[in-house]
């Protein structure tokens, strides 16, 4: 669940409306992502690699874009830096496992989890004034235990990219929720 990572400081009342027109694109990008990746299997052939690297490049977007939205609100983005610096890396990461087979792109993807499941976490917990950031905080949490499972799973016979998909659908239900409770607090429910 890689790509929750927000963290902004001082931000106006537009933030939620920005996060969650943006969380409802995570969703959306997420759902369709797993469905692709499942559907591919776990063959490292150019569709699937494709995948596995347009996965942290999105996240590397989405960043982008929430660090423009916290500067029009005035606010601050250190977390949102560190995000995209995790998913570049992970970007890299990917592009190279891939050539050495299931196992170590598992390793990569959970090294890229833990990491930024621990990130996650952090800045939902710093934004929860806003509203809606419990199932970011949740989703940190359950990202870094993913992340070890992967690179346990790595190790084993069932080494899968399969559970890749899972672990993404997930974590756009995720946004989906959050997306949901900023729209809840933002009409005061």
Known sequence: MPTECTLVSGTSATAPVTLRKLYFLRFAFAAVWAALLFAAGDT???????LLVVYPLFDVAAA??????????????????VNIAISSLAVVGLAVAATSGVPAVL?????????????QLVAGATRRKLGGQWAMIVSGAISTVAGASFFEQA????????????YAFLGGVFFLVSALRLNRARHGA
């Open 155 to 166: 190790g084993g016979d069932d080494a899968s990219l399969r559970s890749l998909a899972g």
């Open 44 to 50: 490292l052939g150019p569709a699937g690699v494709t």
């Open 107 to 119: 390793r990569v993807w959970g090294v890229w989890a833990i990491t930024s499941g621990i990130v």
């Open 64 to 81: 982008i874009i929430d660090i423009r939205s916290a500067r029009a609100d005035g606010g601050t983005a250190p977390a949102l830096y």
